[in-house]
């Protein structure tokens, strides 16, 4: 008894099954192809963003005024060297602000990577 109800089983569920399957080839074929033709996600943020994100914490960091907090302006200066380093990574402008230490080489590295970024293309101003 158990036997033939089995063999009923199979008989009425296998042919819904082969079917079902041969109609989902289809969607698993187009969506094995969707998987391969993604672009990887750019590595860096588009350049006129870090541009915009540079002019203005330029910005922030000229308007500073005399009584700014001393913490306030290396953390807006760290980051507008954060910055600059990536956009001369993202420009392929060579650039060496975390090489040289805190001071005047700072300063001068800085004013000559925002010059390589104007003379690239990156308007600053």
Not at 6 to 21: E, H
Not at 86 to 110: F, M, N, Y
């Amino acid at each position: 008894m158990v036997g033939n109800v089995l063999i009923y089983l199979g008989v009425v569920v296998a042919p819904t099954l082969v079917f079902s399957a041969a109609l989902a080839v289809p969607r698993w074929l187009a969506a094995l192809r969707r998987r391969r033709v993604r672009t990887p996600a750019p590595a860096h943020p588009p350049v006129e963003r870090l541009a915009a994100d540079l002019r203005r914490v330029r910005r922030t960091l000229a308007c500073f005024g005399p009584g700014t907090p001393v913490v306030r302006r290396r953390a807006a200066t760290a980051a507008y060297d954060a910055l600059l380093a990536q956009a001369c990574e993202s420009v392929g402008v060579p650039q060496q602000l975390d090489e040289v230490a805190e001071g005047i080489e700072r300063d001068v590295e800085r004013l000559r990577v925002e010059q390589a970024l104007c003379d690239a293309g990156i308007v600053l101003s």
